[in-house]
């Protein structure tokens, strides 16, 4: 693949907030040209403009829920119309709705699974074809996807299966040379673990701290990650720096998953 600096193109999904934005800014400080695809009209606009003003090559604004399978279809034939075949794709389209065993809605198990799981299988199905031989595929799922969490039981769920569809997708796209890989973020400063603080002004603390009646460990490097530290390592194994690296699962949590 061409490396990610000018030239190369990107879709990136959860385009508009947290760590979807991180990566947008990382690719666009490198010159890349990158499809911004997010359900906030509003919010792409913006991150575009960021994008455009931090020297992409060239940017794409795209609103879809990755949830709705035809959108998402229109969405990457309307990228690859304006940039071309894709050199790389990251995922980081995503929602969490605390709930435990007796609390989770049908609803609300439902939505987890149609937007973290099927959203990332509708990405991978519209976007094969328009990837290159010899591409990159990044899906931000989480360390909840293999470690226990007490109030997330959708979440933590869907994130497995993500994991597990990611690799399995990996192995069938080998054959193009096409890497497919799996971060795995713990706790990180965005509006989705904001809003699960009770206590805002104490949650960071108690994050850090962990919970035991809970069985949640505190994280040993005693920092809550930036977007920036996830999108770092999404932007390596985007990077030809990464080229021999496939199927594999990333935590990115200061050792919270030990």
Known sequence: ??????????????????????????????????????????????????????????????????????????????????????????????????????????????????????????????????????????????????????GMLAYAASKAATSALTRCAGLELAARGIRCNVVEPGSTDTAMLRELWRDPDGGASATLAGDPASYRVGIPLQRIAEPDDVAAMVCFLLSEEARHVTLQQIYVDGGASL
Do not use: Y
């Not at 000018?6 to 990158?34: D, K, P, Y």
């Not at 060239?58 to 050199?87: H, K, T």
């Open 1 to 150: 693949m061409v490396g990610l600096i000018s030239g190369a193109t990107a879709l990136v999904t959860g385009a508009g907030s947290g760590i979807g934005r991180a990566v947008v800014r990382q690719l666009a400080s490198r010159g890349a040209a990158i499809a911004l695809l997010d359900q906030d009209a509003e919010a792409v606009g913006l991150v575009g403009k960021e994008a455009s003003e931090l020297g992409a090559a060239r940017v794409v604004e795209l609103a879809a829920d990755v949830s709705d399978r035809v959108a998402v279809q229109d969405a990457f034939r309307s990228a690859a119309d304006e940039l071309g075949p894709l050199d790389a794709l990251a995922c980081a389209a995503g929602i969490l709705v605390p709930g435990g065993l007796t609390e989770v809605t049908p609803d609300e198990w439902q939505r987890h699974f149609d937007v973290n799981t099927t959203g990332v299988l509708h990405c991978l199905q519209s976007g094969t074809p328009l990837l290159r031989d010899d591409a990159a595929v990044v899906v931000v799922s989480s360390n909840a996807a293999r470690v226990p969490r007490t």
